[in-house]
């Protein structure tokens, strides 16, 4: 099983890669934004709980995330693999990531890391906010706080997979295909390995 975590920071391009390497590699996509997101559309408790935090910029439980992707390990068990996208955000959530995989012995593979300017990350994401709909990508103050959140609660898990020897980081800041080749390079030289 090719399990891969996309990593880096608000508006780095996980969604935007996610949909490429799923296609490519026939991989099931785990993103806790959308599925949040799709809880907040179906008006859900979980969602309207969840949608006062991400309007703030800030994470939602551990406990919630962690539920969720529970959930959709055990409704996907014949897939190839899952990119899982936006999570974990927290060591808490990497710790029962680990453990939820581990007893079903199918490890992550890769940590793919992307790298990008805060005012990179802040233009793509005000951009994005013209259309998207989403009112946490609309307001410079809320996708700074997102930045902040990112820089406090989820950088430190490089150090966390790095020590796990599964941490490759790309340039993110290249147009989309070439964010795609060189992320692409990384997965097919782990892609054989047990
Ligand atoms: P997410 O849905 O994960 O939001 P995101 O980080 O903004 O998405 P992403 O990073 O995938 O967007 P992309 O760069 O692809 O989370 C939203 C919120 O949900 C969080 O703030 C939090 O509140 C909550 N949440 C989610 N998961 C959680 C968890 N595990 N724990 C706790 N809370 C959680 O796209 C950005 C823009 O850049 C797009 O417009 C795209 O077209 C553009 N772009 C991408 N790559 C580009 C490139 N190479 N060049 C130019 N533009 C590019």
Redesign the pocket.
Known sequence: MLNLV?F???????????ENIIAKYNLVHL????M??AEIKAETKLGLE?KT??DK??????S??IGMIENKLDSNKTANGFVF??????VK?AEALDELLANRNVPIRLVLSMVVSEE?LTR??L??GKS?GRT??QDESIVKN?VA?YRKKTEPLASYYQAQGKLKEVK?????E??CAALCNEIEAVKHTA
């Open positions: 996309l880096g920071p608000p508006g780095s391009g996980k969604g935007t890669q996610a993103s806790t934004g959308d949040l997101r969840a935090l991400m910029g800030e994470l939602v439980p551990d919630v995330v996208d936006g999570f974990p955000r927290t959530q990179e793509r994401i951009h994005r998207s946490d990508d997102r959140e993110g800041e290249a147009p989309v070439e964010v």
